[in-house]
Structure formats: C-alpha cells, structure tokens
C-alpha cells in the first residue's frame, strides 16, 4: 500500500485526488488530511478514508473535529496549527504529500515535505514561486521526487520523456497553454465592473476562488510561467504562453528540431493527479476520454498583454528574479482577497501588484527567513496600496 498525506483535502484538488484515491483502494491508503475552517467536510473524509492522523487551522476547529469523529467511532488523531501541517507532511507513515494548500500558507509543510525526502506531489504553485531555489535544492539534497500537478506542468513533464539531461539539452522552449479566463474577449473598458462570481466562473475548469481569479487575470499563467522556470530549468526566454481556448492541449515541448511533443486531453485535474499518484505507471482517473472529432478545433493565439498586464508583471518579477516573485505574490494573495471581498475593482489587482512591485525587495532568496520576511513587507505594502485606492 501506498500512503498519502493530502495537505489541502477539502479543496477542489484534495476533492479530486480523494476521488482517484477511493477508485484505487487496494493501492493507495490515506495516512493523513489536513483542512483549515471547513471541519464538516473533513471529518466527512476521515470518516470514509480513516487516515491516522488530521490537522485543522486552530484548537477550537480540532476540538470540534475530534467530537465530530468519536461520535462516528474513528479514531483518528487530531491536531491542529503550522506545526502539525508539518509534521504530517514529514512523518515516516506516509510516501507521497498532495501539496493543495492554496497560497503563501502551504510554503512551510510543502518544504517540510521535500526536507523528509517524500515523494511531492506539487498543486501549490505559490510554494515554488515564493521559494523556487530554496525549494529544489531541498528537493535534490534529500532526495525527494518532485511531482508537477499543476496541469501544464504535468503536460510538460510527461512531454520530457524522462528525467535526462540529455532531453533537457534539445529543449528549444516550453509552451505553456492558456484558456484566456472568462474575460478573454470581453470589451477591456467594461472589466472594472466585474464581480467575484464572474471572475469565478471559470469557462472549462472548476476550481478555488483564488486560482480562479487568477485565471481571469492571467496571473495565474505569469506565476505558472515562474513554476516552470524552476521545475525545468527554463529561462524567461525560452518560455512561451499561448493562449488555447479549449483547454484540450494541456502545454507543449518544442525542441531543436523543430518537434513539439503536447499532451492532450478533457479538462480534468484528475488526469494530472492520477499521474502523479502512480508515476510511472498509469492509472484509471475517471475522466472522459478524449474525442478530437466532438471537440473539433483547436485553436491558439497569442495573449494580449495590455488586457493581462499581471502576466507581464509575473514575467518581469521573474527577470528580476531574487525576492521579486515572492512579492508578486504576496501581493497578489492581497490583492485577490480584497477583490473576492468586494473592497477593489477587479482591474486593482494589476494596480495594487505593480505598485509593489515597484519597490520590490532587492536581494536574494537564499533562506527561508528572507523569503518569509519579503512575503510580510509586500503584503505591507499591498495594503498601504490598499487604503490609497479608497
Ligand atoms: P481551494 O481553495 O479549493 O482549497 C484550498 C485548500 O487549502 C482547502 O483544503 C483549505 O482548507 C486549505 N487552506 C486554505 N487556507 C489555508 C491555511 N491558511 N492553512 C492551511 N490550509 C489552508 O484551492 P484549490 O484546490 O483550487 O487549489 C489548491 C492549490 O492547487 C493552489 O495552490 C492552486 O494554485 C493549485 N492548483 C489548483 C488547480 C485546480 O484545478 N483547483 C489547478 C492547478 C493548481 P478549508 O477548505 O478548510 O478552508
Ligand atoms: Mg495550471
């Protein structure tokens, strides 16, 4: 049996690694899962996967859990605070991390995870942006196996046949497949009014509210573009966003000699995550199968930069590279949750980013305390930008 720990299990990528896993009992076992505030939701899942252990954000949600769980007769151990994330994600009962906590907040059990030598599979994008170099070389100096989710990401991997540097070597560029979001061809003087439902409503995938804003704004794509540079090794150059409105080519590898390998398939977070499960075997994930004739056209076009200048802000942040990405992201998670709060406009998000990032933190990400330290300046900053927006 193989034993998982889902840090994020009660969200849209814990939701759906739960379904892969309850298709394949006889091989995967649930070791622990963690959540934040939805304590009903979780014990639901302890009660049906019976992990060892869970961890929930604060005492009063533990304790709420535990009694929901000895009502039920399971007896599963619950804790609660970073500690504990950390912990679960470390401990010698499990093989494999499902790193989906969303945000800054899963950086420390996700490097928890790579320090403990696990195999990582990696859903929390922002982990590596905040910490890309600190994060590899953990992944490297312990001997962790690094797992993409994200789907482009994992489209990239499959298309890189195997971990050899002699594939890396004939890499020409990395494409990474966009949908556009929901706003892709709306007039750009009417995306100021845009509420929070209809930054959410995600044309092919179904997600959290926050990545879901960030696909409307495209940062999500500019933070992605981060994500792959330290996953592959590619240069800002040598990575390309094209955006795909169906969401059916996944991401692509062309090399030297003219070949693109992409990979294809349904919109669906489960191929991903069924990939990373059993890698290098495959598995059945309940997805649809793919029917080219039924979807029809493809088609690609380039994205405009004046309707999504968070990607250009995400693309800059990585030139200046250091602790830039780390306050663009922390400036972002800002930004993001005063819009989901109807506080800003939908267009603040760009404003409040770059104004950040104009005075972003010089220096290098060489520690964990330095990336920590970046992440509660721009979040400073953010809501200074904030208050003067009104
Ligand atoms: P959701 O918002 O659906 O779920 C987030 C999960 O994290 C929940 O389990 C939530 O617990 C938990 N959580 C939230 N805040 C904290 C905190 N401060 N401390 C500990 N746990 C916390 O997000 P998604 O599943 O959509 O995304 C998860 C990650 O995966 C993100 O980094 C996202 O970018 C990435 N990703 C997601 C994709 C998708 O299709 N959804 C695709 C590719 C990447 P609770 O429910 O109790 O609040
Ligand atoms: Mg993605």
């Known amino acids: 049996m193989h034993r998982i720990t889902i840090l994020g299990a009660t969200g849209s990528i ?17 070791h622990a899962l963690t959540a934040h505030r939805q304590v009903a939701k979780l014990a639901a899942s302890c009660i049906e996967f019976r992990p060892a252990r869970a961890v929930v954000g604060t005492a009063e949600a533990a304790r709420e859990l535990e009694g929901l769980l000895r009502n039920a007769g399971v007896p599963t151990e619950v804790s609660h605070g970073e500690a504990a994330l950390e912990s679960v994600a470390s401990d010698a009962g499990t093989d494999s ?71 890396r070597a004939g890499v020409a560029k990395v494409v990474l497949t966009a949908s556009g979001g929901p706003f892709r061809t709306r007039d750009p003087a009417t995306l100021h009014d845009i509420t929070p439902d209809q930054a959410c409503a995600h044309p092919n995938w179904v997600m959290g509210r926050k990545i879901s804003v960030d696909s409307a704004t495209m940062m999500n794509k ?46 669906d977070m489960r191929t991903p995550i069924a990939y990373g499960l059993a890698y290098p075997e495959r598995i059945e994930a309940g997805v649809s199968p793919l029917d080219l004739a039924l979807a029809g056209t493809l088609s690609f076009e380039k994205p405009e930069m004046a309707r999504f200048p968070c990607l250009g802000l995400a693309f800059d942040a990585l030139r200046v590279g250091g602790l830039a990405p780390a306050a663009l992201n ?51 900053a953010a809501r200074a930008a904030l208050g003067k927006l009104g």
């Open 14 to 30: 814990g939701e759906s690694t739960l379904d892969v896993i309850r298709r394949h009992s006889d091989r995967y076992a649930v």
């Open 97 to 167: 991390v499902m790193a989906a906590i969303v945000g800054a907040a899963g950086l420390r059990p996700t490097l928890a995870a790579a320090r403990a030598g696990k195999r990582v599979l990696l859903a929390n994008k922002e982990a590596l942006v905040m910490s890309g170099r600190i994060f590899m070389d953990a992944v490297r100096e312990h001997g962790a196996t690094l797992l993409p989710i994200d789907s482009e990401h994992n489209a990239i991997f499959q298309c890189l046949p195997a971990d050899d540097p002699r594939y």
């Open 222 to 267: 500019g933070l992605e573009v981060i994500e792959a540079h330290w996953l592959f090794g590619a240069p800002p150059e040598r990575i390309e966003v094209l955006i795909h409105p169906q969401s059916i080519v996944h991401s692509m590898v062309a090399y030297m000699d003219g070949s693109v390998l992409a990979q294809l398939g349904n919109p």
């Open 330 to 380: 922390a400036a972002n998670e800002v930004a993001v949750e005063a819009f989901l709060d109807g506080k800003i406009r939908f267009t603040d998000i760009a404003r409040i980013v770059a104004r950040v990032l104009e005075k972003a933190p010089q220096g290098v990400a060489d520690s964990l305390g330095a990336v920590l330290e970046a992440d509660t300046a721009a979040r400073e």
